[in-house]
């Protein structure tokens, strides 16, 4: 194990070289040892990597990689990302004009956030966990929701499955959300086409079930959960002067 006076002089681009295991060491002690500025933390020099169109690809894509793996699971490193405007990049490294290996990342890293915390985590964090991650991912899927809805209409069938599993990732999350939060989303969603997006999402995975049989049952399943998401989003009713969707 490496020394945590050792471990608190690496800079961000050492980090994501390292060991995994190594790398957690590093930005957890490094993360708890004082009270840094969020715009110095390891987690905004990561993000400014991986949204400089100027660096190398590799480069930007280990960056996220690293970063990804520091805000999924770590509760600190998670309010260190957000704290340094760690929304503001993923948004743009979903965004249409994005690079496209990047953006299905982004969309990867994005379902994570937008999902319940873990048993375990709830159990040590408790009330102040749920307060700090629904406002921070409630606010971000918002947000991320037209450019997800998007993602579903074109390019790799790896994308929009990616992208199809984080807007699922934001509506189940609207079961901890208070109505007008959870009224929101859905809202978020069909202004952007949500609805007709994932009919016609469904219709391509049926397509793709008719093609490759070593992948027909895997598609066909996403066809379904596809048409799920068009039913839910079509399905809407008025309860209480608010919408609601039935599930």
């Not at 066809?223 to 209480?240: F, I, N, Q, W, Y």
């Amino acid at each position: 194990m490496i020394p945590a006076r050792y471990a608190f002089q690496l800079s961000a681009s050492d980090a994501f070289e390292l060991h995994p295991d190594v790398r957690r060491f590093v930005w957890a002690n490094t993360l708890r040892a004082s009270d840094v500025n969020a715009y110095d933390s390891v987690e905004a020099k990561l993000a400014t990597i991986a949204v400089n169109e100027s660096a190398p690809e590799l480069r930007r894509r280990k960056a996220f990689f690293a970063l990804s793996q520091m805000v999924r699971d770590d509760h600190v490193c998670r309010r260190s990302f957000f704290a340094a405007g760690g929304a503001t990049a993923l948004l743009q490294l979903l965004h249409p004009n994005a690079n496209p290996g990047l953006r299905v990342k982004a969309a990867t890293l994005a379902a994570d956030l937008f999902a319940s915390p873990d048993p375990e985590q709830h159990a040590r964090e408790g009330a102040r966990f749920d307060e700090i991650h629904h406002k921070e991912a409630r606010a971000l899927k918002h947000a991320a929701m037209p450019h997800l809805i998007h993602m579903t209409t074109g390019g790799s069938a790896d994308a929009r499955e990616k992208a199809m599993h984080a807007v699922r990732a934001a509506l189940d999350a609207d079961a901890g959300d208070d109505e007008e939060s959870a009224a929101s989303t859905h809202r978020a969603a069909r202004r952007a086409g949500g609805a007709e997006a994932f009919e016609a999402l469904a219709e391509f995975f049926e397509e793709a079930a008719k093609g490759n049989e070593d992948t027909r049952e895997y598609h066909a399943t996403l066809a379904r959960d596809a048409g799920s998401v068009a039913a839910r989003l079509a399905r809407e009713t008025h309860r209480g002067g608010i919408h609601h969707v039935e599930l």
